[in-house]
């Protein structure tokens, strides 16, 4: 029970750690601390992507679920079995790649801009 409790507990970490991927930025412009760390989960999910690298998470969840006697992850991970043919059909995969990194990088620029014209309204 405890392995399949665990489970499920890191399939959700997982989706919040991709909402924080997409929208971590746009709290950035609200909380500018969060932009750091935002930078470096972007970064961590440019890795994912590029397939450099397995997630942690991934491992854990697949441990889990093995353990509970459930089955684990697609081979291409969580986006492969959670999201992609779920929420997206599975031929849109490179587009929404990108659609994301366009939202990531909008916000961003989003709070350069707002930062810049706090400066600039300070003095």
């Given at each position: 029970?405890?392995?399949?409790?665990?489970?499920?507990?890191?399939?959700?970490?997982?989706?919040?750690?991709?909402?924080?991927?997409?929208?971590?930025?746009?709290?950035?412009?609200?909380?500018?601390?969060?932009?750091?760390?935002?930078?470096?989960?972007?970064?961590?999910g440019l890795v994912q992507?590029?397939?450099?690298?397995?997630?942690?998470?991934?491992?854990?969840?697949?441990?889990?679920?093995?353990?509970?006697?459930?089955?684990?992850?697609?081979?291409?991970?969580?986006?492969?079995?959670?999201?992609?043919?779920?929420?997206?059909?599975?031929e849109y995969a490179v587009?929404?790649?990108?659609?994301?990194?366009?939202?990531?990088?909008?916000?961003?620029?989003?709070?350069?801009?707002?930062?810049?014209?706090?400066q600039k309204s300070v003095?």
């Amino acid at each position: 029970m405890i392995y399949r409790i665990l489970g499920e507990a890191t399939m959700v970490a997982h989706f919040l750690v991709i909402a924080y991927i997409g929208l971590g930025g746009f709290l950035a412009w609200l909380w500018p601390r969060l932009f750091w760390p935002h930078l470096a989960i972007s970064a961590w999910g440019l890795v994912q992507i590029a397939g450099l690298a397995e997630c942690p998470l991934t491992a854990i969840e697949n441990w889990a679920r093995a353990h509970a006697g459930e089955r684990g992850l697609a081979p291409g991970g969580f986006i492969d079995t959670y999201i992609q043919g779920t929420v997206y059909p599975a031929e849109y995969a490179v587009l929404v790649r990108w659609i994301v990194v366009g939202v990531v990088l909008v916000s961003w620029a989003g709070f350069y801009l707002r930062r810049r014209s706090l400066q600039k309204s300070v003095f």
